[in-house]
């Protein structure tokens, strides 16, 4: 079997500042919920680990209730993405979506919750091949949970 193409990833990370510039320009206007088929875009925002300072980060996700779902994918690149380690080390965070801003809890889903979400985004394009690009990754990729937090 022919293995998917996957940009390179300096070309992923480059769409992603990109986009992230873009939403800076337009007010936010790339924001958008998931519908159907299509996975939703918000804005991120952890605190650096290291530098205590505000680190955001254009992410798709998927609903799961009042949750939100994304994976700490990086690329696709075996690394998890600083933003995945940033959470890890203090799950309270922001995200910014097309309704407005709300505080979030992160954490990881396991088990049968990881199984039955990574099967959920399968029906979402903006993921690609899910199983073939993960299998380049040569780990597990981490299903993120972000549920509401308190202001």
């Known amino acids: 079997m022919a ?9 992923v990370r ?3 500042k990109t986009h992230k510039v873009v939403l800076r320009a337009t007010n936010d206007r790339g924001l958008r919920p998931p519908t159907p ?3 939703g875009i918000m804005r991120l925002i952890t605190t650096g680990r290291r ?3 505000p680190r955001a980060v254009v992410l798709c996700y998927i609903e799961d209730g009042d949750r939100l779902v994304t994976l700490a994918m990086n690329g696709w690149d075996p690394a998890d993405p600083a ?3 940033n959470l890890k080390a203090r799950p309270e965070a922001t995200v910014d979506l097309a309704t407005g801003s709300r505080p979030v809890l992160a954490a990881q889903a396991t088990g049968d919750e990881r199984e039955r979400l990574w099967t959920a985004l399968h029906d979402y394009s903006g993921y690609g091949d899910l199983d073939a690009f993960a299998m380049r990754r040569g780990r597990e990729t981490s ?3 972000l549920a509401p937090g308190h202001d």
């Not at 293995?3 to 070309?11: D, E, H, N, V, Y």
């Open 14 to 16: 480059s769409a992603w």
């Open 51 to 53: 530098s205590g300072e």
């Open 83 to 85: 933003w995945w380690l």
């Open 143 to 145: 299903v993120v949970l």
């Open 37 to 39: 088929g299509r996975c």
């Open 3 to 11: 293995r998917p193409f996957l940009p390179p990833r300096w070309f």
